[in-house]
Nanobody, 126 residues
Framework: QVQLQESGPGLVKPSQTLSLTCTVS??????????WSWIRQPPGKGLEWMGA???????YYSPSLKMRTSISRDTSKNQFTLQVSSVTPEDTAVYYC??????????????????WGQGTQVTVSS
């Protein structure tokens, strides 16, 4: 059973960089061909796909966030990470990591992703 767990600070100040890590257990992030994704849900809004890194290391970003977002991975730790720079209060959200078998640039339904982390609340505030 694949499990994903997000970790990182729950509070980030405006203009700083938000950094989150997703630790994967029960399967390697480098095997087969999956899209290891970051998704967020601001309060009162829907799920927003932010980007993904594939099992082979290819990276895809949401066009609306591409300028501020960076995704990377540490294969020795079976982790992948998200960084969002120059954050504002509009970046306040629950952040999820998830796995999909195909590239999903929009999240219409949670079932489009096979596995999800429990989510972590990130608040941007001074």
């Amino acid at each position: 059973q694949v499990q994903l767990q997000e970790s990182g600070p729950g509070l980030v100040k405006p203009s700083q960089t938000l950094s989150l890590t997703c630790t994967v257990s029960g399967g390697s992030i480098t095997t087969n061909y999956y899209y290891w994704s970051w998704i967020r849900q601001p309060p009162g809004k829907g799920l927003e796909w932010m980007g993904a890194i594939t099992s082979s290391g290819s990276i895809y970003y949401s066009p609306s966030l591409k300028m501020r977002t960076s995704i990377s991975r540490d294969t020795s730790k079976n982790q992948f990470t998200l960084q969002v720079s120059s954050v504002t209060p509009e970046d306040t959200a629950v952040y999820y990591c998830a796995r999909a078998a195909t590239l999903r640039v929009r999240v219409r339904n949670r079932s489009e992703f096979e596995y999800w982390g429990q989510g972590t609340q990130v608040t941007v505030s001074s």
